[in-house]
Nanobody, 121 residues
Framework: IQLAESGGGSAQSGGSLRLSCVGS????????MGWVRQAPGKEREGVAV???????MYADSVKGRFTISHGNAKNSIDLQMNNLNPADAAMYYC????????????????WGQGTQVTVSS
């Protein structure tokens, strides 16, 4: 499986950005897809996940500001990030896992190359 991310870039505090990801060959109904971020010197954080049926989970740090959704197909996801703040600045990775568990705390089997998000105050 290959995960291809797009979007990201720079925004000011309070601004918005949108990330997208397409996972090749994902056809199983058990796949969980999501976004994990990592800032320099900090631990990885599961940001948001969505399973094949559309069940969603968010990290507390992004609830009410970020929205994850499927794209045009179940093997694609989007992350709409609103009201960004400098703490959201990080490398964002699209992730996928073939297991039935889908939460922000799972260890994902597949990772994209990452896309950088920068937020200026």
């Amino acid at each position: 499986i290959q995960l291809a991310e797009s979007g990201g870039g720079s925004a000011q505090s309070g601004g918005s950005l949108r990330l997208s990801c397409v996972g090749s060959t994902i056809t199983s109904s058990s796949y969980c897809m999501g976004w994990v971020r990592q800032a320099p010197g900090k631990e990885r954080e599961g940001v948001a996940v969505i399973d094949f049926d559309g069940s969603i989970m968010y990290a507390d740090s992004v609830k009410g500001r970020f929205t994850i959704s499927h794209g045009n197909a179940k093997n694609s996801i989007d992350l709409q990030m609103n009201n960004l703040n400098p703490a959201d600045a990080a490398m964002y990775y699209c992730t996928a896992d073939p297991g039935w568990e889908c939460s922000t705390s799972i260890v994902f089997d597949y990772w994209g190359q990452g896309t950088q998000v920068t937020v200026s105050s």
